[in-house]
């Protein structure tokens, strides 16, 4: 029976499945030592964003054949390493996105209905109702770059609110342009057109910094940003520039060049309104994670 370690704290029911394949051990909290030691009978490795499987843990494992991420990426794994050995790799980069999709909505009406401001004012005892005159999203135009599960979400749900539907990507979905009535343009027009402008590219040099100063200055100036993708593809010293020129009239952000943004001037400005990376911090896209990993799994030990 194939031996599975579970080093980091994965939804119930993804150890269900896993329970199915195989023999799991469950053991949060190792230190690197500690792994090291244990992880020599192991053929499967599942571990979340805690346990940092490097070169040394993968040339300790001599039995391992699987290593799996309960998330998006496999930014704590040596990839390097794994490869070398022949290691098969997991993800599940799918899991979390209705749980980005629902955030960008959420935060593009904590923008319009001003909801972070109006729920702080009412704890500060104070009663705004005349300051807090809001706008709704109808009618609006909102511009999509890169097309892909995260941004496909966003559009579906942005048109149930009678959104007007802009999309950039090097890749163009038909099914759902003809879903959406979006239209593909350039970059360039999307960020002129754009009353929201929402960013789900991953970070690849061609994307890093890909809003800059320049395409920053060509939004309107009631515009506003919003990252959910990744913090390196906005050039976040342009922003917070163009965001006090009041140049844009604001930004929503859940990532960030550097995470947490300690000091950052970002954290300073009026017209941002800021989430800690919690994009996928859903219990169903965790779930989602657990499960869609375990099967993945599944599949892999029965080629
Ligand atoms: P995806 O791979 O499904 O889609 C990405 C899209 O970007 C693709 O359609 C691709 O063609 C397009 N693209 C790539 N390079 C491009 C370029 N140079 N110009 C234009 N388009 C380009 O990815 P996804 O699952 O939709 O994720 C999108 C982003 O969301 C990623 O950056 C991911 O890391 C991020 N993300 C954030 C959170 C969070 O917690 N905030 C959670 C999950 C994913």
């Not at 993800?91 to 209705?98: H, W």
Request: proline residues 4%; positive net charge; contains cysteine.
């Amino acid at each position: 029976m194939v031996k599975i370690l579970v080093t980091d704290s994965i939804h119930g029911e993804g150890i269900k499945i896993l329970e199915r394949i195989g023999e799991v051990d469950v053991k949060t909290g190792l230190n690197p030592k500690q792994l090291l030691a244990e992880i020599k009978g192991y053929e499967v490795l599942v571990v979340r964003s805690a346990t940092k499987v490097t070169k040394e843990i993968i040339d300790a494992g001599g039995k391992l054949k699987i290593i799996a991420r309960a998330g998006v990426g496999l930014d704590n794994i040596d990839v390097q390493a794994a490869g070398s050995r022949g290691i098969e790799l997991i993800n599940a980069p799918e899991a979390p996105t209705i749980a980005v999709a629902e955030l960008v909505i959420g935060l593009m009406l904590s923008w319009t209905r001003q909801l972070p401001r109006a729920d702080a004012s009412m704890k500060q005892g104070k009663w705004e109702k005349t300051k807090l005159m809001g706008s709704e999203l109808r009618g609006k135009t909102l511009g999509i770059i890169g097309t892909g599960r995260i941004g496909r979400a966003v559009g579906y749900r942005a048109k149930v609110f009678l959104m007007n539907l802009l999309a950039f990507d090097v890749t163009k979905s038909a099914e759902f342009a003809e879903r959406t009535g979006v239209r593909y343009v350039d970059l360039d027009e999307l960020l002129r057109e754009s009353d929201f402008v929402t960013i789900h590219v991953p970070v690849t040099p061609r994307t890093r910094h890909m809003i800059g100063k320049r395409e920053l200055e060509l939004m309107k100036p009631t515009a506003v940003l919003v990252n959910t993708s990744r913090g390196e593809v906005v050039d976040e010293i342009a922003l917070v520039d163009v965001l006090k020129r009041g140049k844009i009239a604001g930004a929503c952000l859940d990532v960030y060049e550097r995470e947490p943004p300690k000091d950052s001037p970002m954290l300073k400005l009026p017209n941002v309104i800021l989430t800690p990376h919690i994009g996928a911090s859903t219990v169903e896209a965790q779930r989602e994670a657990a499960v869609l990993v375990a099967e993945k799994i599944k599949v892999t030990i029965g080629k």
